[in-house]
């Protein structure tokens, strides 16, 4: 998630990972099975203070056994 806290004339850029970014090199010898995790959700508290603004986006990503990757549409949002 990327979010921008507008306060006044101030603006302040974030991004949270949801695990923790990691270096992993996975591998399976073909034919192998390997489990998959079709749906994941995770909740994320915006400390947004009285008279500030919050905007920014959503999105997943992921990386199969054969380090493929994928990204999902990222979805926007702002608070108020």
């Not at 399976?28 to 959700?41: F, I, K, N, V």
């Not at 905007?55 to 549409?73: I, N, W």
């Amino acid at each position: 998630m990327t979010h921008t806290l507008v306060c006044g004339g101030e603006q302040r850029r974030m991004v949270r990972l949801l695990p923790p970014a990691q270096v992993v090199r996975i591998a399976l010898p073909p034919g192998a099975e390997a489990p998959a995790e079709r749906e994941r959700s995770a909740r994320f508290a915006l400390d947004v203070p009285s008279g500030c603004a919050v905007r920014g986006e959503v999105f997943a990503e992921g990386t199969d056994a054969h380090g493929l990757q994928a990204v999902t549409r990222h979805i926007g949002f702002r608070y108020p």
